[in-house]
């Protein structure tokens, strides 16, 4: 075993020395991380991070889709599925309860370039979830019969994936932008060739590639890295190495002839996929951390180029770009998602966008911005323990995890000339591929890529005003009068001269949180205003009697802060996340997006066209919509049961003064709180509340009755051509009110997820779906208990009554003992993980201080899960899991293969 803590770098594929200054240097210390390499070749980071009582350890394998033969496609997913199905001493499911039982979850993904395993725990829990992490790494067995149902639920799993539209456009544009290279490749496989996987080609693939020197352990958390490094050699210091044989696929070569590709195709959707894609370099080239600068700049916030230039015009609901490096070669992919009939419009002006950072129009400012947005995110991504190992094993994979640093380094450094000299380098018209997916019933976009071609060359749209920089107005005077009321569970209680309270909690990290949360808001709307407050809460945003949208989002992005605003059944709320150390110019933007939001008609129409297409994208979505038919039905004829989205019918009857009335009535006269969290000093808190949040008002909210739970069964079905049948059923469940929502949570613990009684009968032993899980539903007034579940069409039946048997069992027996402690350890351990979130921190203040009984159950939770007894868990199942009462939404799917 060797230590390369203070070693240098090898096999530097950048070939830099790093500057003094690193910014990641700041959270991610590098003396911090200790690097070892045991004798078998397993390469080793541990990191110790106390701000959380949390440990992550992650499993990073340098295989995936790129390391498959075109015989066995989709065979590294069906060895990631099987990694956790048993090892000759923990037979099926019994890793995922094990895990469980020490309080923590694990997951896997598999990508392109590596296979990834991760668990997440209290640190109480470490050194059991060390032990299994190592059993399933090294001993995972591979069984047939198990393999034959696995492929059931992966094969399920590639459907769920056909229904998805913005999946299966990206992978489409894959295949056209590529000839030869393995990325073209459906990346999970088809259904034949899945079938006909062996166990002998399942393990042939485990056995060459997860091997110790193929192989990074990362470990970040609440632990000793001296005791945890022993740990490490205790459990896979003795697993044998052997070399790696790899089977590279083709090389993709250079077209003979340039030219632009373009492939439309048709479903049963509701709205169009665009996407755009260039071949880019590998990850290891110099240009591709200037193509991440340059996707921020395009995509990167309210005040990026194709947000304002597609999304604020009414072009399209959604835009992002991104630059996807696996490795060995790159993809540059702009993504949108538009009503049919502004397809062509959203298009061209994406493409003119591009034409114009080809041209150099790309300003000091624009590029200033994209370097903000970047440097908070990379910031909120180590704000967690997964995250931070996370980033140490996906880069010591690539060879040394400082490289990492290197990377955001050359990234943030990159000037305008820089971004627009690989624009045009990469971005170049012919060699661009378009793939357009659209509903069946809209018309053709093109005939041919040529036809194409002249429609995006046609004509140029209006080009966008430039970034300003002004800098922030005047802040607006306020009173600075406040006092302090109390402190409970943690938190400092002020209140401002209006009454209005402000709740502060003092936490470590880099990153702060404000946030105004309001009680209201669509619970007390009619039928024929619903969408009201969604709509007001986001208009809201685009512009104050200060400020315009643009300067809303500028002055945002320039502080490195996401402005978020959202509404949901009992409440609404605006927020923001900052570098700490921007916090009061961050309180002077939130403050004036809240008291002085002016609803221009323009913005107003942009937003409510924005609403009309979330709401088509809704009928798309194969999980939200079945829930959303279920709980319309459940709760039908009280505000509960409405969409916070709205309907067609009710946006288009609200028009901007609707909105400032509502925003006056709800929003600035109303039950909220201001909630403040970070490294933040309270006092100075409370003081820049009275300064800046001074047009706030404490009052009484509009108080409504509870919804009436359906006598009988009702079953809500939307017949689609889709490979999947979606299935939600509910039960009524307790409120938030209720000291019964505890025994709800632990009763989903012990019934969904890896290891619950819900995944293990339906999916593990009878290969049903890929997706089947159970969680309550709390409102304020009124509960619900859903579980969801989404398999073939053939197996609707099938799959009903296996959810209703599950749900007997639940009424006819108490849940074990073993259970019942498992179900309280988990829900103990998640919670402390949560915690590990400044926004999740802020969430639960807020909805303690709006919706609990007072601040003190924060640090009662623990209290409230320990209560908990089989017997009460056994009371709720038989007073609320009535079949006859079950309420159940179906997206219904036509019998396919994929």
Avoid at 824 to 834: D, S, V
Avoid at 849 to 860: I, K, P, T
Wanted: net charge negative.
């Amino acid at each position: 075993m060797r230590d390369d803590r203070l070693a240098s770098a090898t096999g530097n594929i950048f070939a830099v020395t790093r500057p003094a200054g690193h910014l990641l240097d700041t959270v991610l210390v590098p003396e911090s991380v200790h690097r070892t390499t045991l004798a078998n070749g397993l390469r080793v980071l541990i990191r110790r991070e106390t701000s959380a009582p949390v440990v992550a350890i992650v499993t990073y394998v340098k295989a995936g889709y790129f390391d498959e033969t075109d015989d066995v496609v989709g065979i590294a997913h069906v060895l990631e599925h099987m990694y956790f199905k048993g090892t000759a001493s923990r037979g099926v499911g019994q890793i995922a309860r094990e895990t469980k039982a020490s309080g923590g979850y694990l997951n896997a993904g598999t990508i392109y370039d590596n296979t990834h395993y991760y668990t997440v725990l209290p640190s109480s829990g470490f050194a059991a979830g060390l032990a299994i992490q190592a059993d399933a790494y090294a001993n995972s067995l591979i069984d047939s019969g198990e393999l034959g149902r696995e492929l059931e639920v992966i094969i399920e799993e590639v459907k769920r994936k056909q229904d998805n539209p913005t999946a299966l456009a990206s992978e489409t544009l894959f295949e056209l932008l590529h000839d030869q290279h393995r990325l073209r490749r459906w990346r999970m496989g088809r259904e034949p060739g899945l079938r006909a996987l062996t166990r002998d080609q399942v393990l042939q693939f485990y056995r060459n590639y997860y091997r110790p020197s193929n192989t990074v352990l990362t470990i970040v958390g609440d632990i000793d890295p001296v005791e945890a490094l022993a740990l490490v050699e205790r459990h896979y210091g003795g697993i044998p190495d052997a070399p790696v044989t790899r089977e590279p696929g083709p090389a993709e070569p250079e077209p003979a002839r340039a030219a632009f590709r373009y492939r439309e195709f048709s479903g049963d959707i509701q709205q169009a996929e665009l996407v755009f894609g260039w071949r880019t370099p590998p990850l290891a080239h110099d240009d591709t951390p200037v193509l991440d600068l340059l996707a921020a700049l395009l995509t990167g916030g309210r005040a990026s180029r194709l947000y304002r230039a597609v999304r604020e015009r009414r072009l399209a609901s959604a835009i992002s770009a991104y630059n996807y490096t696996p490795t060995d070669l790159g993809v540059f992919v702009v993504h949108a998602t538009a009503r049919p009939e502004r397809s062509r419009s959203a298009s061209r002006a994406i493409w003119d966008q591009l034409r114009r950072v080809r041209d150099g129009e790309i300003s000091s400012a624009e590029v200033e911005r994209a370097r903000r947005v970047l440097e908070a995110g990379w910031l909120r991504r180590f704000e967690t323990m997964e995250g931070q190992a996370n980033h140490l094993a996906s880069w010591e994979l690539l060879g040394d995890w400082r490289l990492g640093n290197t990377y955001v380094e050359r990234l943030l450094a990159a000037d305008a000339v820089r971004v627009a000299e690989v624009a045009l380098r990469y971005l170049d018209p012919d060699r661009a591929a378009l793939v357009a997916y659209r509903p069946d019933s809209a018309p053709p976009l093109a005939e041919s890529a040529a036809d194409m071609r002249v429609a995006l060359d046609a004509e140029r749209p209006e080009a966008l005003p430039s970034l300003s920089r002004r800098g922030s107005p005047t802040p607006v005077p306020g009173s600075r009068a406040w006092y302090l009321e109390r402190e409970e569970a943690g938190v400092k209680v002020f209140r401002t001269a209006g009454g209005v309270p402000v709740l502060v909690q003092r936490r470590p990290g880099a990153i702060a949180q404000i946030g105004w949360f309001v009680r209201g808001g669509a619970v007390a709307e009619t039928a024929a205003e619903a969408g009201l407050t969604s709509l007001m809460t986001r208009a809201s945003l685009k512009g104050t009697v200060r400020r315009s949208a643009q300067s809303i989002a500028e002055d945002s992005e320039f502080l490195g802060a996401v402005l978020s605003a959202a509404a949901n059944a009992d409440g609404f709320q605006w927020t923001m996340s900052v570098p700490a150390r921007r916090i009061v110019g961050a309180a002077e933007l939130l403050a004036d997006v809240v008291q002085r939001a002016s609803f221009p008609d323009d913005a107003v129409e942009s937003e409510r066209a924005v609403a009309l297409a979330n709401l088509a994208s809704l009928r798309d979505d194969m999980y939200r919509w079945p829930n959303r038919l279920a709980i319309e039905a459940a709760w039908h004829g009280h505000p509960y049961g409405q969409s916070v989205l709205g309907t067609e019918a009710s946006l288009a009857a609200i028009d901007a003064e609707a909105l400032r009335r509502w925003h006056a009535a709800s929003a600035l006269n109303a039950p909220g709180a201001l909630v403040f969290v970070g490294d933040l000093d309270p006092d100075e808190m409370a003081s820049i509340a009275a300064r800046y949040f001074g047009g706030l008002r404490a009052a009484a909210g509009i108080e409504i009755g509870a919804p009436t739970w359906p006598t009988r069964t009702v079953v809500c079905v939307d017949e689609r051509d889709k490979a999947q049948t979606a299935l939600a059923m509910l039960f009524s469940g307790p409120s938030r009110t209720d000291p019964a929502r505890f025994d709800a949570a632990l009763m989903a613990n012990v019934a969904s997820g890896l290891g619950g009684r819900f995944f293990d009968e339906l999916r593990d032993r009878r290969s049903l779906a890929y997706t089947v899980m159970a969680a309550p539903a709390v409102r304020r007034h009124a509960g619900a208990f859903a579980a969801y579940i989404a398999t073939s069409p053939e197996k609707e039946d099938e799959a009903r009554d296996g959810l209703l048997a599950e749900f007997a069992k639940l009424r006819e027996q108490p849940v074990t003992s073993s259970e019942l402690d498992q179900a309280k350890t988990y829900a103990l351990g998640t919670w402390a993980i949560r915690r590990e979130s400044a926004s999740a921190v802020m969430g639960d203040i807020a909805d303690a201080w709006l919706f609990g009984s007072s601040l003190s159950e924060l640090a009662e939770f623990e209290h409230g899960v320990r209560g908990v007894t089989a017997e009460s868990m056994f009371e709720l199942a038989r007073r609320y899991f009535d079949p006859e009462r079950r309420v159940e939404g179906i997206v219904r799917g036509s019998i396919k293969s994929v």
